[in-house]
């Protein structure tokens, strides 16, 4: 459980125990998606994955900037 901390100390426990929460719940549910579960990093463990940046739009004249898909 999270508490307020009248000296904006952050209360690492009670940060960790949310995090643990959150990984329990997302190991424990299946959505509409499918596994739920999170690896460490909190990104879903299961799935594949594309990776986008921000470019200059060599395309389009109008849009300087595009996403692109890279290779991560």
Do not use: C
């Amino acid at each position: 459980m999270t508490r307020h901390n009248v000296n904006n100390i952050t209360d690492i426990q009670g940060i960790q125990d949310l995090r643990d929460a959150i990984m329990r719940s997302a190991k424990s549910y299946l959505g509409v998606t499918g596994n739920t579960t999170l690896n460490n990093m909190g990104d879903r463990a299961k799935g594949e994955y594309d990776y986008w940046k921000v470019a200059t739009n060599m395309t389009n004249d109008k849009e300087p900037f595009g996403w692109i898909k890279t290779n991560r």
